[in-house]
């Protein structure tokens, strides 16, 4: 079975900071990894994902996340947060080769402060 | 459609009483999953189906939920005998065959009284 370690539930940044978002996993499997972000009112969005290859992932939006084996980690940074950065992030990992049954940490709420 | 759609998006019901999830997958995915999202917390698996079948539903908490598929798009969470305790929001997601992603609704919330 697999678990999702969020370390923090909620992180207050002041706008154009570096921010980091910390996850940890568990698994006895090899795994995918997954970052989804709820903004308010809105449904989860996928922000990015590790499925193999290149151990650092990017999204469209300026966050990475690093896969770190030995760690069982997968952080998630942005080196200037904005406003519309605001929102709930999702660390998930999945035990098959897709979407299928991810198990997801428990959140971290960012808020950024102007 | 555009998106999963779920309907309704809020629910209010009294204990011991039936009710009817419904979700609409994006057009063409043929992976439909269901998932449960308490309070502060994070999404929890309920059942997924590929196609017309449950291909997993160890999530399912007890005999009181079941979910259905028939035609392999739209489908239906149905709790019976609800419970106060199975007050949340129920998210609905879809991905097509083979797909990485999970493409998530906005959820309809349950509130039981």
């Known amino acids: 079975a697999q678990s999702v370690t969020q370390l923090d539930s909620q992180v207050p940044v002041f706008e154009e900071a570096p921010v980091e978002l910390r996850c940890n996993y568990s698994s006895s499997v090899s795994v995918y990894l997954f970052w989804y972000v709820q903004y308010p009112n809105q449904g989860l969005q996928l922000l990015l994902k590790y499925l193999s290859g290149s151990t650092l992932v990017e999204s469209i939006n300026g966050f990475e996340a690093e896969f770190n084996k030995s760690q069982t980690s997968f952080h998630l940074r942005k080196p200037s947060v904005h406003i519309s950065d605001t929102a709930e992030y999702f660390c998930a990992v999945s035990a098959g080769s897709g979407a299928q049954k991810l198990v997801f940490g428990q959140g971290t709420r960012l808020t950024i402060n102007p | 459609g555009a998106g999963v759609s779920q309907t309704p998006s809020n629910k209010v019901t009294e204990k011991g009483k039936y009710v009817e999830l419904r979700c609409d997958p994006i057009?063409?995915?043929?992976?439909l999953y269901w998932y449960r999202q308490s309070l502060g917390q994070g999404p929890e698996f309920l059942i997924y189906?590929?196609?017309?079948?449950?291909?997993?539903d160890s999530g399912l908490p007890n005999d009181r939920f079941f979910a259905v598929r028939p035609e392999g798009s739209v489908s239906t969470l149905k709790i019976q005998r609800t419970e106060r305790g199975d007050s949340a929001v129920y998210l609905c997601?879809?991905?097509?065959?083979?797909?990485?992603?999970?493409?998530f609704g906005q959820g309809t919330r349950l509130t039981v009284v």
């Open positions: 997601a879809s991905s097509p065959a083979g797909g990485t992603e999970a493409f």
């Open positions: 189906f590929q196609g017309t079948g449950a291909a997993d």
């Open positions: 057009s063409g995915h043929t992976a």
